[in-house]
Every structure is written in C-alpha cells, then in structure tokens.
C-alpha cells in the first residue's frame, strides 16, 4: 500500500511539476525520476509509452486526440512541424473523408529514424508559413489548407480549403 500510495503520489507531482504531457524521458529523468521507477510505474499502469522515448498518463491520448501528434513531435525533435493530415485536426478544420491515421510532421532536410506511424515530409518552410498554436509549432492554415488538398479529390480540397 504505502508503494503504491507513493509511486502515484510521485506520478501527481510529475503532473504538476511538467504539465499535462506527453513527456520526453530526458525530462522525466531531470525531474528526479530513475528507470526503475519509471518502470514499475509503466509496470503498474500509472504511466505509458505511447511512443519510444516518451511518457504519459494512461487514456490521455483518449481524451486529446492531439495527444499522439505531441508525444511524435517529442520524439523527431525540435526542428520538426505538425503538417499535412495531422495539422487539420490540430486546427480543427473540417476533415476529408479519407484522412490518414498517420502523424505527419514536417522537418528540414533528410528525415530522421522515428517511430512507425508517423510520415515525415521534408521541406524548408519559411518561417512565415509556420505557426504556434496550443504551444506547438503547426503550419499556417493557408499552408495546411494547401497541403491537405493537395492529392484529393476536387470536393474535398474545396471543403479543407474553405474551411480554414
């Protein structure tokens, strides 16, 4: 009992002392965290990993559906942009039918090893074209507008770029 007290009482002050999450490990670790603990709190289902470097609290990604997009854009690193699909939903902007389930990030140059589900597109993008909502770097509307229609059928293209 007094573990279990413990270790949730260490996952609230986690909470409090960085937030809501996802959570990078390198952070984690900083905020006093061992592996073993960090284990037995994965172990105990008071933490998961829903990508590998990165930690959460269980559900989060149910309740936020741009849960899953942070915790990818931990993992590619600071360079790296929410784009494409992935970018829609972050701005809510009315949704294709045939949107893909994958986190689409944009970076600069050649494109790093990432986890599966995550489509990295490479591109210089001007500064003027990215944005920071919710915290996050995140194309424009326009440049998410562009993208998303890019490769749709007509009616589709017309209603994302309506919409933003």
Known sequence: MRQT??????????TAELGPG?????????AGWTDPALRAAITAGRLVR?????????????AD??????????VV???????????????????PRTMSP?????????PGRVDRGVRIHRSALPPELVTTTHGWPVTTLARTAADAARGR???????????A
């Open 5 to 14: 007290r413990a270790s949730i009482d260490a996952v609230a002050r986690l």
């Open 22 to 30: 996802p959570w990078p490990l390198r952070d984690v670790r900083a």
């Open 50 to 62: 829903p990508r590998r470097g990165v930690v959460a609290l269980p559900g989060a990604s149910d």
């Open 65 to 74: 559906p741009r849960h899953d997009i942070r915790a990818a854009l931990l």
């Open 77 to 95: 690193g600071s360079c790296a942009v929410i784009s494409h699909d992935s970018a829609v939903r972050w701005h809510g902007l009315w949704q």
């Open 102 to 110: 994958l986190v689409h990030l944009t970076v600069p140059g050649e």
């Open 153 to 163: 059928p007509l009616i589709d293209a017309a209603a994302v770029v309506d919409s």
